[in-house]
């Protein structure tokens, strides 16, 4: 998503930031801008659009400066403007920000109190306000500012900020979201990918969570925000263009698979009212007198889209206790269905161009229902021949079979749901807050299940040549089942079933012998129980059981042969944790099997025709 550089050294700064900017476009952006020091003052300039419009504003300030700062964003709170683009500037500070504050709002109250008055609608803008409070109030340098106003701070960062006091330096900071930093010769850069610097050196130093450093032309000087001095030993990168845009992973599925915490992060960013429990009502699509007056909720998807919308009706149902269905498109557009004017029709598509589902959008608009859309391209068509859209921000996604795009869009109906569920009255204020809180710390937890690729890349070693897997699933599991199976259909070309667990004895369990793989989606919620007892009776007739559970849980480890861990969490996130080991063991499975794992055979990215 967002993209982050920065340059000290001995040569102009701008051409340098802007061609590190180009270098990060492919991970979509809307707003771009630029942070120079000429010697006296740091100037800013920012433009809505492509890099082009930038490089246009530049043209006309003339930056001469040899430190600045750089940064694209994806707009995700409001629509793109100038004033939410990057950099962000208070007093003498000048920021740009990838990730999330999950305190922002309490600490705008604190600045406010103070007398500040904020210009963006951005978590980003209170950093600098931080960093310029503290050098007000005697911090000896930019570097210990820094430290001061993160220990503040709570949340996901890279962060680079420049100083009018400090012209020949700038400071970094990394927390949970990637920043890398450059050694050149006599200058030094830092980026949030690596393609950002590599066209100046392949000498970087990875920084660690937790980590700042101070970056001036002769190097970088790295201490921890706790104030421990540590040393980052720099790594020699050989790689060439391609290898840079995949981030030095082998595919563009697996590095997909690798940023859903930051998706997830920037679909969140600017939406949430943790305190008071709330959505942000501008975001969601939905006017709050639609979500009162609506009686049912109708979801129409195709594909990996559909799943999520099978998640998305449990979410409405339980949060906003709403009558909900999940439909798909293709089977709504051809069978005359019955829309009514009090339905809320709810489109997903990650490319907002889904021909099936345009078509039942027209459909339903014409039967006088209100549509929103649920889509990541910007102005897509679905979103235009909606009353309004609800926008994931997955970013690019080039890997054919979804990943972060799925993701990103069960966190948008876990926000509907919240959403509606307050505005008709039907969730209080405890429990929309304990449902946000748990979205707002799911990257951390996402990150955690990742680090199990390991023990996923093994299972998916044993198990690559199974020409049939069984997926089950109960609840929120369910839709993670079929999902499961559809990613592994997708990719390795093996036949995958994803089946009710609660329908196994109604026909699947004919084909459970000995060879049979039987993958169980089973965390700790409401359904473990009845779960438990169906891999008993996978058990009892010699099935292979490969569980997804909840780390630590010993009834799972005493039965499965194979247990893939992930974090415990409250119910309503845990199917963006249950798929994750699920998306790795098809992403493995496909590439020891040899397949073409970012463009399956026969598959589209974007399907608009019948």
């Not at 300039?45 to 082009?52: E, N, P, S």
């Not at 204020?429 to 996923?456: H, N, S």
């Amino acid at each position: 998503m967002c993209g982050i550089v920065g340059y000290v050294g001995p040569k102009l700064a701008s051409p340098i930031l802007l061609d590190g900017l180009r270098k990060l476009e492919y991970r979509g952006y809307d707003s771009a801008g630029l942070a120079v020091h000429d010697g006296e003052r740091v100037e800013i300039v920012r433009a809505v659009g492509k890099l082009d419009n930038l490089v246009r504003a530049i043209e006309d300030r003339k930056l001469a400066g040899t430190t600045g700062i750089g940064h694209t964003r994806w707009a995700t709170h409001g629509r793109p403007s100038e004033a939410n683009a990057h950099p962000h500037a208070a007093g003498d500070v000048a920021v740009v920000h990838n990730g999330i504050i999950e305190n922002h709002l309490s600490l705008k109250r604190e600045l406010e109190a103070d007398g500040v008055k904020f210009a963006s609608d951005t978590d980003t803008e209170i950093v600098a306000h931080l960093v310029d409070r503290a050098l007000r109030k005697g911090a000896p340098s930019l570097f210990d500012a820094v430290r001061a106003s993160l220990s503040l701070v709570k949340g996901a960062y890279a962060l680079a900020i420049v100083s009018r006091r400090e012209p020949d330096r700038l400071v970094v900071a990394k927390n949970d979201s990637p920043l890398v930093i450059g050694l050149g010769q006599g200058e030094t850069l830092c980026g949030s990918d690596i393609p950002a610097v590599l066209g100046y050196t392949r000498d970087m130093i990875f920084l660690e969570d937790g980590d700042m450093a101070e970056l001036t032309a002769d190097g970088a000087r790295i201490e921890t925000v706790a104030g421990e001095k540590v040393k980052r030993p720099a790594k020699r990168i050989n790689w060439n263009p391609l290898q840079a845009e995949k981030g030095g992973f082998k595919h563009f599925m697996l590095k997909e698979i690798f940023e859903q915490p930051r998706a997830v992060e920037d679909t969140i960013r600017g939406r949430i009212e943790l305190e008071a429990g709330n959505v942000v009502e501008s975001e969601m699509g939905v006017a709050p007198e639609v979500a009162r007056r609506a009686r049912r909720a109708y979801l129409i998807a195709c594909g990996t889209s559909f799943h999520a919308s099978l998640v998305g009706r449990y979410l409405i149902e339980q949060l906003a206790r709403m009558p909900a269905q999940a439909e798909l498109a293709s089977e709504v557009r051809h069978r005359e269905p019955v829309f009514e004017k009090d339905d809320l029709v709810i489109a997903v598509s990650q490319s907002g161009e889904t021909l099936d589902t345009l078509v039942a959008v027209r459909a339903a608009r014409e039967a006088g229902a209100t549509v929103l859309a649920i889509a990541n391209v910007l102005e897509s068509a679905i979103p235009r021949a909606s009353h309004g859209a609800l926008y994931t921000h997955a970013g690019p996604e080039i890997g054919v079979a979804s990943t972060k795009c799925f993701t990103t869009q069960l966190v948008a109906f876990l926000l509907l749901a919240v959403y509606l569920g307050r505005r008709r009255g039907t969730l209080d204020e405890a429990k929309a807050r304990e449902a946000l809180q748990a979205l707002v710390e799911l990257p951390r937890e996402m990150r955690r299940a990742l680090e199990g690729k390991d023990a996923v890349a093994e299972v998916a070693r044993r198990f690559h040549q199974a020409p049939n897997v069984l997926f089950l699933g109960r609840g929120l599991s369910y839709p993670i089942a079929l999902e499961g199976a559809l990613k592994l259909k997708e990719i390795s070309y093996a036949h995958a079933e994803g089946y009710a667990a609660g329908e196994m004895k109604h026909g699947p369990i004919a084909l459970i012998d000995e060879r049979m793989p039987v993958v169980v989606i089973m965390p700790r919620d409401r359904h473990f129980e009845k779960t438990l007892a169906n891999v008993q009776e996978v058990r009892a007739r010699d099935g292979q059981v490969i569980a997804v559970a909840t780390e630590g849980d010993r009834e799972v480890r005493a039965l499965a042969q194979y247990v893939l861990e992930i974090p415990e969490a409250p119910e309503v996130v845990q199917p963006l944790l249950t798929v994750l080991p699920l998306q790795l063991l098809a992403y493995y499975a496909a590439d020891f099997k040899g397949t073409d794992v970012d463009q399956p055979r026969n598959l589209a990215k974007t399907v608009t025709v019948e």
